[in-house]
């Protein structure tokens, strides 16, 4: 059981309740979460951390929402918020060191300013150290691992430091990260940060609220191709349409609702089993959902 009386005992940031959890997405849907926490302080994430773990409440990371589709209903427990409290960012000696609530578009200009290459290929890439370093490993596996040098990370109610390579994303909550990158040309960097960033803007859909990649690309083949292929590029579901720029993503065409994404999952997982003998494994990641509702898109 949560008690604010007992965490305002502790905590100096902000608490919200029943805070609508559509503004943190960017397919802007989604229910309340019954808490809201917004810590100062790496000092005050933790000790928030430690409680909810203690009193056994489920509770999750909210970034950009650039992952994430909350339930119409809401999220029963808390969500924590580390964009302003967790946000500095700084070189210390040879590292760039970067806190939970750092952006990863602020990283990119950071190093790019400091002419440090190694970040440009994120350009336009939502979303924030803490929120994504676990829950996103992917993209920091291929792109980022061999600068990240260490991370401090929330393991078991105990704060450790680890390599990069050793995160565990069902258990790690990364208070900040520390990166050594190489020099480059300041004027080069930008460049690539330009070309990366057109080509980006080029392949998804930016007049509508989306939220990245639907499913995860198998074996072998992409998953926008299988969309594609199967005919459902446009196809809507209420207020849910898979995108005509970008078959991989859903988008929000005005008033969509969770059930909304819910079905256009179904309806993409159901043609493309049947066309292709594939089983499309979801990318954007429910939150909210019943147990039923999630092993129907597993």
């Keep these: 059981m949560l008690s604010i009386s007992e965490i305002q005992r502790f905590f ?11 503004r943190y997405s960017l397919l802007k849907i989604g229910g309340p979460a019954d808490y809201f926490f917004e810590p100062v302080s790496k000092e005050d994430a ?24 909350v339930s119409d209903a809401g999220y029963r427990g808390a969500a924590v918020s580390l964009e302003r409290g967790l946000a500095h960012l700084q070189t210390i000696g040879e590292l760039v060191v970067a806190e939970g609530g750092v952006r990863i578009a602020q990283l990119v200009d950071y190093c790019i300013q400091h002419s440090l290459q190694g970040t440009e290929m994120l350009a336009g890439f939502p979303g924030s150290i803490g929120g994504d370093v676990a829950t996103r490993a992917g993209i920091f596996i291929d792109e980022l691992s061999e600068h990240m040098v260490e991370a401090e990370v929330l ?23 520390s990166f050594s990158f190489p020099r ?24 509508v609220p989306n939220a990245g990649a639907l499913f995860k690309n198998p074996s072998g083949d992409l998953a926008a191709n299988l969309i594609e292929r199967a005919g459902l590029k446009g196809h809507k579901c209420g207020g849910a349409m898979i995108s005509e720029q970008h078959p991989n993503h859903v988008v929000n065409t005005g008033g969509a609702r969770a059930t909304d994404v819910l079905a256009l999952i179904k309806v993409v997982q159901h043609a493309v089993k049947k066309q292709f003998h594939i089983s499309l494994e979801l990318e954007l990641r429910p939150v909210g959902f019943d147990h039923q509702v999630l092993a129907e898109v597993a």
């Design 12 to 22: 100096k940031g902000k608490i919200n309740l029943s805070e609508a959890l559509g």
């Design 46 to 69: 933790t000790k928030l951390f430690c409680y909810l773990r203690n009193h056994a409440i489920p509770f999750i990371i909210v970034s950009s929402g650039s992952n994430m589709f």
């Design 155 to 177: 393991r078991d109610n105990k704060t450790v430091r680890i390599s990069g390579g050793e995160i565990q994303s069902d258990s790690d909550f990364v208070l900040n990260a």
């Design 184 to 207: 480059g040309d300041k004027e080069d960097l930008t460049r690539r940060r330009r070309e990366f960033l057109l080509r980006r803007n080029a392949e998804r859909p930016l007049n």
